[in-house]
């Protein structure tokens, strides 16, 4: 019984990884992308135009995101704890 809510803590972590992290780099990724093909059709090879772009992203992303990060985190923290009573048997 404590190997599978062990097995089922450590599935459950790396989907929560997954909702956390995916959406923040989909959203780089495509930006990214549309740089480098504007960079590509234009020939402007500027270093800080391929950096600027993805970090008025990245803090919008994270700005939109964000309670749905920390709910999600919150809610996970919450089931850990229970898990760890159920397993120390209090």
């Known amino acids: ?25 989909i959203a780089l990724l495509v930006v990214g992308l549309a740089v480098s093909i504007l960079q590509a059709l ?5 270093q800080s135009l391929a950096f600027l772009p993805k970090l008025a992203v990245a803090g919008g992303a994270l700005l939109l995101l964000g309670p749905f990060m920390v709910g999600v985190l919150h809610d996970w923290t919450v089931t850990l704890f229970d898990r760890m009573v159920t397993l120390g048997g209090l």
């Open 42 to 46: 234009t020939q402007i090879q500027e």
């Open 1 to 25: 019984m404590e190997t599978d809510l062990v097995a089922q803590s450590m599935r459950d972590s790396l989907w929560i990884t997954l909702q956390i992290g995916a959406p923040l780099l």
